[in-house]
């Protein structure tokens, strides 16, 4: 009698962990594949900011000899202008006060990338894996190597030469 308890009382705590192990099996891939179709029939939004430090220098992350403007993608529940701030803070080191938006493109993942003008406020320096921040003199942006298409800075700095 005793035996058959135990072979019951392992029977119920195998048939827990299966149910348990189902649960998670059907849980997991189920979300993992929803964000993958999410991301392909709904991109993330992303943000770049054209940040003006003093003397009207340009902050950009140098990486390998190439410029990018700082940026990256907006966290769910989190306003455009909120995930500019943020993003050049992580990136940066700097806080930058965001102020009009000046075009709204297309990112490398499809979806829409605002690009917003800032000024930089405060900070120090503090690079990350993304790059160096660099502060480009605005005549010398003309001259510099960018890492992602970012054709829009010119037409926005020097809209004589660049623009419509």
């Known amino acids: 009698m005793q035996l058959f308890f135990m072979r019951r009382d392992k029977i119920i705590i195998v048939r827990r962990i299966t149910h348990r192990l189902s649960e998670l099996v059907k849980r997991y891939p189920e979300r993992i594949a929803g964000r993958i179709i999410s991301r392909l029939l709904w991109p993330p939004t992303t943000v770049a900011v054209l940040a ?3 003397n009207d220098a340009i902050l ?23 995930a500019a701030r943020r993003e050049v ?14 075009d709204i493109g297309e990112n490398g993942s499809g979806g829409p990338e605002v690009f917003f003008e800032g000024k930089v406020e ?3 320096r503090n690079g990350s894996w993304e790059g160096r921040p660099v502060f480009t003199k605005r005549e010398a942006v003309e001259d510099i190597t960018w890492r ?3 054709s829009h800075v010119r037409q926005y700095l020097f809209p004589d030469k660049y623009g419509d």
């Not at 803070?89 to 000046?102: A, C, N």
């Open 52 to 54: 003006h430090g003093e």
């Open 60 to 82: 950009t992350l140098e990486l390998n000899g190439k410029h990018h403007l700082p940026g990256g993608f907006v966290k769910r529940g989190e306003g455009l202008r909120e």
């Open 89 to 102: 803070k992580e990136e940066t080191g700097f806080s930058v006060e965001i102020g009009d938006i000046l």
């Open 122 to 124: 405060e900070g120090e």
């Open 148 to 150: 992602l298409e970012h």
